[in-house]
């Protein structure tokens, strides 16, 4: 919660004066505490069992996980890849644009630009990813450079990097060379 609020402090330039959560032990704990007390940051609580009282932010939870729930259904993802199927929809959503900001999405509202789009692929889409010539093994022939992977995401703060599961091992990795395939 501390990194989150710094992050976000820092990529805002912008001072957070309240926090609203639910009693929840992790808000009201002492560290917690502590640390809006130094940001200068109110800690506003809903009651105890009453989630309505938290208003849009359990309203954007049920949207966000309805999405994830609609991406892993639709493209058939295995329910391990569950944080990354999170992830990737917190991503749509931020790029998304909102009616009630006229038209503007919540990355555009907080970065002064329009998402890039280009670069947007489908969660769990076939591709291909670039081996590197000191991850080939010289005994095998043909000693292929690429190999077929999923699609799972892009690594945070590394905008040229992907998150991809290779096909045949099930390993995650981190790469910068791709082919994906939308369709």
């Not at 501390?2 to 609203?20: E, F, G, P, V, Y």
């Not at 890849?81 to 749509?92: C, V």
């Not at 450079?145 to 992907?162: D, H, Q, R, T, V």
Request: aromatic share 14%; proline share 6%.
């Amino acid at each position: 919660l501390q990194k989150m609020l710094i992050k976000l402090h820092s990529r805002c330039n912008a001072q957070m004066r309240m926090l609203q959560g639910d009693a929840d032990s992790v808000f009201l704990s002492e560290d917690v505490q502590s640390f809006l007390l130094n940001m200068k940051c109110d800690l506003q609580t809903s009651p105890p069992h009453f989630k309505s009282a938290n208003g849009q932010v359990e309203s954007d939870m049920k949207r966000l996980l309805n999405k994830c729930r609609t991406i892993m259904h639709e493209n058939n993802a295995p329910s391990n890849l569950w944080g990354f199927a999170l992830r990737y929809s917190a991503l749509i959503l931020n790029y998304s644009p909102i009616r009630s900001n006229d038209w503007m999405s919540p990355y555009e509202l907080v970065f002064g630009e329009k998402p890039d789009y280009k670069r947007l692929y489908p969660f769990y889409c076939p591709g291909l990813y670039y081996v590197h010539k000191e991850e080939r093994s010289n005994t095998a022939f043909p000693d292929y450079k690429a190999k077929s992977c999923y699609f799972l995401g892009y690594l945070e703060g590394s905008p040229m990097s992907f998150v991809v599961k290779d096909v045949k091992s099930g390993r995650v990795l981190v790469r910068d060379t791709y082919v994906f395939d939308p369709d």
